[in-house]
C-alpha cells in the first residue's frame, strides 16, 4: 500500500470510528447551554480547560512519547509503555499537594470546591490517554477508534444521567466525564491487553530518560498552547467594563459559541490521528518533501472550504447546537463565532506544523514558536478586550494563531522544505475575513454575498483535492 492509500485509509477508519462519538460531543453542548446558566458554564469550561492544562505538566507529556517511541521500531513496546506509566505515576504525586491551591489564585476564584473532582478527573483522564496512545502506537487504529465512539457514548449517557435528571449541572458534567474516562481505560486494559506490556522491573531507566528529553519540551509548549485556547474567557470573565459586554456571564456565552468551530477541528483532529502516523513512519523517506507539500496543500484547501461553509451556515449550525429555550442569553453566541471559526482553521494548520517538530524530533522549536503567540496573545486580548469586548477577544485568538502560522511555516520547513504558496494563503484568508465581517455586521443581502465567496474558495481550493483523490484512486 501507498504512502497517500496509507493516510487515507488511517484516516477513513479514524473517521468511522470517531465521527459519530465527535457528533455526539458537539450535539451535548445542546444539553450543557439547556441546563447550565451562562456563569456555571464558564466555570465548566474553566475546570475542563485547567485539566487540559495540567495533565501535560504532572505527567510531563509522556503521551506524545508514547506514540513516538511506540511507533519507532528499534525500541521494546513493553518497555515504552512500562516506563511512561511509571513517568505519569510519578507526575501525579505531586498533584495532590498542589491542585487545592489552585482557587487562590484570582482568575480562578470560581472553581472553588471542584478540586477534589478535578484531581480525579486529571488521574482518569491521564490514564485513558495513555492507555488509548500505546494501542494507537501499536497500529490498532480501528480499536483506537472503538474506544472513541464507546467513550462518547458513555459520556453522553452519563451527561443524561447526571446533569438532565438529577441536575447536578457542572458536578454532573465532572463525574460525566470521570467515569466514562474510567470505562475507556478498562475497556482499552482489556481488549488491548494491556496487562501484558506493564511491568515494573520492564520501566527502563534509559528509555525514560530518552522520552522525557523529547517529551518534557513539549510541556511548556502544550501548555501555554492550551492557555492561548482559553485566555480570552479568563480576561472576559474578570475583566469589567461600563463600555462592553464581559464579566461571567459575557463569558458564558463566549464558551457556547468557542464550540461551534469544533467542527472544523474534529474534522482535523480526524486527520491529524492519522498523518502523524504517517509523518513519523515517512521521516526517513527520499521523497518525504514532496509528500509533506501534496498533503499539506490539499488540507490547507480542504480547511479553508470547511470554514467557508461553516461561516455561510453559522446561524442555523448554532440554533441545533447551542439552546436558547431556558436561557435566551445564548441566542447571540452566534455573532462571535466568525473569527473563531477563521482562528480554528489557522489552529488546525499549526498542528499540521507542529507535526514537523515531532517526526523530526525539534519539539524545543515547538516551544519557541508558542512562546511568541501566547505573549502575543496576552497582549492583545489586554488591548482588544476593552475595547471591543468578546468580538476583540476573538479578534485576538485568530491572530495570536495566525503569528503563529507565520512562524511555523518559515521555521519547520527548515526540517521538512515543501512547497507552499503564499499568494492563495493570503487570498483564501481575506476572502474568510470578508466572510467574517459580512456576518458580524449583517448588511443587506449578506447570505448571498457570503455564499458568492464561499463558492469562490472552493473554487480557488478545488485542484489540489481533486489531484489528491486521482492519487488515491489511482492503482
Known amino acids: 500500500m501507498n504512502k497517500y492509500k496509507f493516510l487515507a485509509m488511517n484516516t477513513i477508519v479514524f473517521t468511522i470510528g470517531s465521527f459519530g462519538s465527535k457528533i455526539i460531543s458537539l450535539l451535548l453542548n445542546n444539553l450543557y447551554t439547556k441546563h447550565i446558566s451562562p456563569p456555571d458554564l464558564f466555570t465548566k469550561s474553566m475546570l475542563e480547560t485547567l485539566a487540559i492544562f495540567l495533565i501535560p505538566v504532572y505527567t510531563f507529556a509522556v503521551t506524545e512519547a508514547v506514540i513516538r517511541f511506540g511507533l519507532d521500531r528499534n525500541y521494546d513496546k513493553k518497555q515504552v509503555f512500562s516506563t511512561a506509566a511509571v513517568i505519569s505515576l510519578a507526575g501525579l504525586i505531586p498533584m495532590v499537594i498542589t491542585v487545592p491551591f489552585i482557587p487562590m489564585l484570582p482568575f480562578f476564584r470560581m472553581v472553588n470546591g471542584y478540586m477534589p473532582m478535578l484531581m480525579v478527573y486529571i488521574t482518569t483522564s491521564s490514564l485513558r490517554a495513555l492507555c488509548s496512545q500505546f494501542v494507537r502506537a501499536q497500529g490498532k487504529v480501528k480499536l483506537f477508534?472503538?474506544?472513541?465512539?464507546?467513550?462518547?457514548?458513555?459520556?453522553?449517557?452519563?451527561?443524561?444521567?447526571?446533569?438532565?435528571?438529577?441536575?447536578?449541572?457542572?458536578?454532573?458534567?465532572?463525574?460525566?466525564?470521570?467515569?466514562?474516562?474510567?470505562?475507556?481505560?478498562?475497556?482499552?486494559?482489556?481488549?488491548?491487553?494491556?496487562?501484558?506490556?506493564?511491568?515494573?522491573?520492564?520501566?527502563?531507566?534509559?528509555?525514560?530518560?530518552?522520552?522525557?528529553?523529547?517529551?518534557?519540551?513539549?510541556?511548556?509548549?502544550?501548555?501555554?498552547?492550551?492557555?492561548?485556547?482559553?485566555?480570552?474567557?479568563?480576561?472576559?470573565?474578570?475583566?469589567?467594563?461600563?463600555?462592553?459586554?464581559?464579566?461571567?456571564?459575557?463569558?458564558?456565552?463566549?464558551?457556547?459559541?468557542?464550540?461551534?468551530?469544533?467542527?472544523?477541528?474534529?474534522?482535523?483532529?480526524?486527520?491529524?490521528?492519522?498523518?502523524?502516523?504517517?509523518?513519523?513512519?515517512?521521516?526517513?523517506?527520499?521523497?518525504?518533501?514532496?509528500?509533506?507539500?501534496?498533503?499539506?496543500?490539499?488540507?490547507?484547501?480542504?480547511?479553508?472550504?470547511?470554514?467557508?461553509?461553516?461561516?455561510?451556515?453559522?446561524?442555523?449550525?448554532?440554533?441545533?447546537?447551542?439552546?436558547?429555550?431556558?436561557?435566551?442569553?445564548?441566542?447571540?453566541?452566534?455573532?462571535?463565532?466568525?473569527?473563531?471559526?477563521?482562528?480554528?482553521?489557522?489552529?488546525?494548520?499549526?498542528?499540521?506544523?507542529?507535526?514537523?517538530?515531532?517526526?523530526?524530533?525539534?519539539?524545543?522549536?515547538?516551544?519557541?514558536?508558542?512562546?511568541?503567540?501566547?505573549?502575543?496573545n496576552i497582549i492583545l486580548n489586554l488591548i482588544m478586550i476593552p475595547f471591543a469586548g468578546m468580538q476583540g477577544a476573538a479578534a485576538a485568538t485568530f491572530l495570536s494563531y495566525l503569528i503563529c502560522f507565520w512562524i511555523r511555516m518559515i521555521d519547520a520547513r527548515r526540517f521538512v522544505p515543501f512547497k507552499f504558496s503564499v499568494i492563495k494563503n493570503a487570498l483564501n484568508t481575506s476572502l474568510l475575513l470578508v466572510m467574517c465581517a459580512m456576518t458580524i455586521m449583517h448588511p443587506p443581502y449578506c447570505f448571498i454575498y457570503n455564499t458568492v465567496i464561499t463558492a469562490s474558495i472552493c473554487i480557488l481550493n478545488a485542484q489540489p483535492i481533486i489531484q489528491m483523490l486521482k492519487r488515491l484512486l489511482k492503482r
Not at 522491573?201 to 517529551?215: D, E, K, P
Open 145 to 376: 477508534a472503538l474506544d472513541g465512539m464507546l467513550t462518547t457514548f458513555m459520556l453522553l449517557i452519563f451527561n443524561i444521567i447526571f446533569i438532565s435528571h438529577l441536575g447536578m449541572g457542572v458536578r454532573g458534567f465532572m463525574l460525566s466525564t470521570i467515569l466514562s474516562d474510567l470505562c475507556s481505560s478498562v475497556f482499552l486494559f482489556v481488549t488491548a491487553s494491556l496487562k501484558d506490556y506493564f511491568a515494573f522491573r520492564w520501566a527502563s531507566y534509559r528509555l525514560g530518560v530518552y522520552m522525557m528529553r523529547f517529551s518534557v519540551p513539549l510541556v511548556p509548549t502544550i501548555v501555554m498552547w492550551t492557555f492561548t485556547g482559553f485566555s480570552d474567557q479568563i480576561f472576559i470573565g474578570n475583566m469589567h467594563s461600563k463600555r462592553v459586554f464581559i464579566g461571567e456571564d459575557a463569558a458564558g456565552i463566549y464558551a457556547a459559541a468557542s464550540k461551534i468551530p469544533n467542527l472544523i477541528s474534529m474534522l482535523s483532529t480526524i486527520f491529524m490521528q492519522a498523518w502523524n502516523m504517517s509523518a513519523i513512519s515517512e521521516n526517513e523517506s527520499d521523497d518525504r518533501n514532496s509528500f509533506y507539500e501534496k498533503v499539506y496543500t490539499a488540507y490547507e484547501s480542504a480547511l479553508f472550504i470547511g470554514g467557508a461553509g461553516l461561516i455561510l451556515l453559522v446561524k442555523p449550525v448554532s440554533a441545533i447546537l447551542i439552546n436558547y429555550s431556558v436561557y435566551p442569553e445564548y441566542k447571540t453566541a452566534f455573532i462571535y463565532t466568525p473569527l473563531l471559526i477563521a482562528a480554528s482553521v489557522y489552529t488546525c494548520l499549526d498542528l499540521f506544523l507542529a507535526s514537523i517538530y515531532t517526526a523530526t524530533k525539534h519539539t524545543k522549536n515547538a516551544f519557541i514558536t508558542i512562546l511568541f503567540v501566547c505573549l502575543s
